[in-house]
């Protein structure tokens, strides 16, 4: 199968369009009228343009309002379609894309618009080029593919086919099963977009809301296994109208597009005989995380002086010293924190843009090879720099920010890293009770956060929740989980659309997206917090009034409560068990760490979470005067 993209989902004028199709991979486009229409050269320009990048144009939409006239304007619609066909003869295109009439004068019955569209068939035969017809969501008469279908069957006409979009079907959650009774050389074209589940009006939806597949909600798998009992052989083209799209980068959303594609048709189930396999080359199956091996610090000199201090403070042992860096490892529980203050490479170059900053995460793959392979696939970018003499190369891609993911497993070379790569320092510090990282917080635009969703998604075996909206003193924060089953990797990603939030004060002050915080797990926090006031680490203060109001709430013993208050200690409780949360005050105002213990509990403490934002602005403007 054929992949493709409409112009329509980039940004940039019509020939940046196609400069980010095309490097991102795309052999074929459609071509979006008002993309022609506004730029300023001839259709022969467009057409070298696009052959000297190899892209073929293969549908040229939309055309609208055709079916269903009176005698007169079907006369003018067809006089309209011809125009059409000479601007397509000039572009090398030989499909026309035309939508259902939404026009309230329009007439309905399907023979009419049968014999419309025989008579444009025969149009489009003389001039060696075909018709597809596609039902709206919202068009007039026809607005369910089964009525698109029903058309095109009607006219009989070898030059007619139906078009099958995605998001119009399964936006009005229309019976999928029938598509399959639709023969495969029959659809001309198939138009491929997911969207969220919202309540709203469906144009608006359509124009606003469409994203890639595996992005949304919509049941694009059910769709593609329908689709392939056809034998569908055409392209697949991405149609997606997005707000955040249309603002972002021609290039990367371009590869977004490819990437959800490539994962798309990778989960589509194995081709069954006698029918077209999806054309990718085979993919290790999504990587299975076994937890976080370690998470990475850049630092200059003296950051490193006061976060080994903080480190301490938190019951981390420095375990470990590079044998020829200025690297740290620091150990506690199954935890493994790295300080790096190389004065070149990698993480300097991030500390000198980003400051004090998490710059890798290490994650325990099962496999490592097969996880780099299949991120070689999904076209993430893979990182290498110069390994010293007796260092092992770790695999590692770019993920948010520019900061890197690094795999490591135990089934190679990569299980004695930490021998082969450090020395013991013999130290010991009195832990903490920190046993896991619970999860890791990015902060990012708003708009990065549907392609970083696809990316982790894509890369390793994890499965999303459902979006919620935090509210912060600046304004909405929007914030969506991806964990694994089993609760061994969680990454919260925060996307902010108001420039006052804290979430958008990170990134500014950050220079860009990146982690925002790192929770920890203890089985003890009221002992853990303990631990760590008495090291001396500065924790979060949070209200009075949190407290009073949580009395009311919720039914707990008053000595519990009084010991919350006391170590400003957070409480939730959902249907699995309880949640208890403390925070350390901001790192150099970059970063902060948040303790966990979980009895049972799955979410991720979020009715607390403006509690603690409005804290945090109160210590941004007040620095604190310790409480007690
Ligand atoms: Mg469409
Ligand atoms: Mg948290």
């Not at 005050?585 to 409005?614: T, W």
């Amino acid at each position: 199968m054929r992949t493709a993209i409409a112009t329509v989902c980039l940004s940039g004028d019509l020939t940046e369009k196609l400069e980010a199709a095309a490097a991102a991979g795309f052999k074929s486009v459609e071509i979006f009228e008002n993309d022609l229409l506004t730029f300023n050269g001839s259709n022969e320009e467009i057409r070298r343009r696009m052959s000297d990048l190899g892209l073929q144009p293969i549908a040229f939409q939309p055309f609208r309002d055709f079916e269903g006239w009176d005698e007169v304007r079907r006369g003018r619609a067809l006089a309209r379609a011809e125009r059409k066909f000479d601007t397509m003869s000039e572009l090398g295109c030989d499909l026309l894309m035309v939508c259902s009439n939404v026009s309230a004068e329009a007439h309905g019955g399907l023979d009419r618009a049968a014999d419309d569209f025989r008579r444009l068939g025969d149009l489009a035969r003389a001039r060696g080029m075909r018709v597809a017809f596609e039902a709206l969501a919202w068009g007039r008469h026809v607005n369910d593919y089964r009525d698109a279908w029903e058309v095109v069957r009607r006219a009989d006409h070898p030059n007619v086919g139906v078009v099958l979009d995605s998001f119009h079907i399964c936006a009005k959650r229309t019976d999928l099963r029938p598509i399959r009774s639709i023969p495969g050389d029959r659809i001309f074209l198939v138009q491929i977009a997911d969207a969220p589940l919202l309540d709203m009006d469906v144009m608006q939806w359509s124009r606003h809301f469409r994203c890639f597949p595996g992005q949304g909600d919509l049941p694009i798998d059910d769709f593609m296994n329908a689709l392939a009992a056809t034998g569908y052989a055409g392209p697949l083209s991405l149609e997606i109208f997005n707000d955040q799209f249309r603002a972002g980068s021609a290039r990367s959303v371009a590869i977004d597009g490819r990437r959800s594609l490539i994962y798309m048709l990778d989960r589509m189930a194995p081709a069954s005989e006698g029918q077209p396999a999806p054309a990718i080359s085979p993919m290790p199956p999504r990587s299975n995380c076994r937890g976080v091996e370690f998470i990475e610090f850049a630092v200059d000199e003296k950051g490193s002086a006061s976060l080994s201090r903080l480190f301490k403070g938190m019951g981390f042992t420095c375990s470990g010293r590079h044998v020829s860096k200025d690297v740290t490892r620091w150990s506690q529980g199954d935890i493994n924190l790295v300080i790096n203050t190389e004065k070149d490479g990698f993480a300097h170059a991030y500390q000198i843009t980003h400051g004090a900053s998490v710059c890798a995460i290490g994650l325990h793959v099962e496999d490592a090879a097969s996880t780099m392979d299949r991120a070689e696939l999904l076209l993430d970018r893979p990182f290498r720099q110069p390994v010293g003499p007796g260092e092992l190369e770790i695999p590692a891609v770019r993920g948010l920010g520019g900061s890197l993911l690094y795999f490591t497993d135990r089934s190679s070379e990569l299980a004695r890293v930490w021998d082969v790569e450090f020395r013991p320092t013999g130290e010991t510090v009195s832990p903490a009770g920190l046993t896991t990282v619970d999860h890791i917080s990015q902060s990012m635009q708003y708009e990065e956060m549907l392609s970083w969703l696809l990316f982790y998604g894509s890369l390793l075996d994890v499965e999303k929740t459902k979006e919620t909206d935090i509210a912060d003193p600046g304004g909405l924060v929007r914030s969506q989980v991806i964990q694994t089953r089993d609760g061994t990797l969680r990454i919260v990603l925060n996307g902010s659309q108001s420039l006052r939030t804290q979430s958008a004060r990170f990134l500014s002050e950050f220079f860009g997206s990146g982690v925002q915080h790192v929770a920890f797990g203890t089985d003890d926090l009221m002992a853990t917090v303990a631990r760590l006031e008495a090291n001396g680490v500065a924790m979060l203060p949070i209200s009075e009034n949190y407290y009073d109001d949580l009395e009311g709430r919720v039914d707990l013993p008053s000595a519990v409560l009084e010991d919350l208050r006391r170590h400003n200690v957070l409480y939730d409780k959902d249907e699995h068990g309880e949640y208890l949360q403390a925070y350390t005050q901001s790192f150099d105002s970059m970063f902060f760490f948040e303790f966990v213990e979980r009895r049972g509990y799955k979410g991720f403490g979020a009715v607390n979470a403006p509690i603690r934002l409005a804290a945090q602005s109160r210590l941004a403007r007040h620095p604190a005067v310790p409480k007690r």
